[in-house]
């Protein structure tokens, strides 16, 4: 039986330790990692996500490629956590001997793809999903991008081609946090209203609040059960650098990183 309060501990945690390995890596985008932690933790804590972290190459495991790469520090504490790899690495973050860096890639334990350049990821989501439905497996594959990500061509050419092929093993996260890298969504390409226009792409679509686990947590698991023979998309209303009054809502958030002093006080205060 799933419980809400522990999932709501390990988002805590979670939360203190990307504070703690942005101490370590200046360089990591400290805003956009902090607008995901739940999403994260509900798929890998709330028994959504299927994985053998001794066996990363497992056949039975459900794929996640997480497509805005630039947020996921956040997942590395987690998959340290459950035994991906030794938790003495989290300190190494970003120096030269570590697998660990602001942006991750297939060096590091549980990550399936490279997603530096943005709008790829749900490409390759989709010869996944294809791939794992010719072999007649039920694994899912789940794909984590953001917002932004949807100003990109290449997203949508993959939306249009997950829906003819009614890829109904796919279910896209959108971490819809509203910014940017230098402004606000809405200002650079205003897409919205999102949940509508993937329903007319003929997608099965949702919105919640991204920070809320049960919402979370009930959306992912109907939409894992669903049998529409349509793929998949819950719209993530989040807030990027959440929980960090000075990044909350600053158009710029994206590109600004804490001091060590900082984040020494953000920590004795929580």
């Known amino acids: 039986m799933i419980s809400f309060e522990a999932l709501e501990d390990k988002v805590q945690w979670a939360w203190k330790e990307m504070l703690k390995l942005h101490k370590y890596a200046p360089e990591s985008r400290i805003a956009s990692c902090l607008s995901d932690i739940e999403i994260f933790v509900v798929l890998?804590?709330?028994?959504?996500?299927n994985y053998d972290s001794q066996n990363t190459e497992s056949e039975?495991?459900?794929r996640f490629i997480i497509s805005k790469g630039h947020g996921a520090v956040s997942l590395y504490p987690i998959l340290a956590d459950l035994n991906y790899f030794d938790k003495s690495e989290l300190k190494k973050i970003g120096k030269e001997d570590s697998f660990l860096c602001g942006i991750p890639d297939t060096s590091v334990p549980g990550f399936e793809t490279i997603n530096g350049s943005l709008g790829h990821g749900l490409g390759v989501a989709c010869g996944v999903s294809m791939a794992l439905r010719i072999k007649k497996t039920q694994r899912h594959v789940f794909v984590l991008c953001g917002d932004g990500e949807l100003n990109e061509g290449?997203?949508?050419?993959?939306?249009?081609f997950a829906s003819h092929h009614k890829l109904d093993n796919l279910i896209l996260i959108i971490d819809d946090n509203k910014i940017s890298m230098l402004d606000y969504q809405k200002n650079i390409l205003n897409v919205g209203p999102l949940e509508k226009i993937f329903n007319s792409f003929g997608w099965e679509a949702e919105t919640v609040d991204g920070h809320n686990i049960e919402q979370l947590y009930s959306s992912l698991s109907n939409f894992k059960n669903s049998?529409?023979?349509?793929?998949?998309?819950?719209i993530a209303n989040t807030r990027?650098?959440?929980?960090?009054?000075q990044l909350e809502g600053d158009r710029l958030c994206h590109v600004k990183s804490l001091s060590a002093q900082e984040i020494d006080k953000i920590l004795e205060n929580n």
């Open 60 to 62: 039975q495991r459900d």
């Open 154 to 160: 290449s997203v949508w050419e993959a939306v249009m």
């Open 227 to 234: 049998k529409t023979n349509k793929p998949k998309v819950l």
């Open 44 to 49: 890998y804590y709330g028994g959504l996500l």
């Open 240 to 245: 990027k650098g959440k929980g960090i009054p």
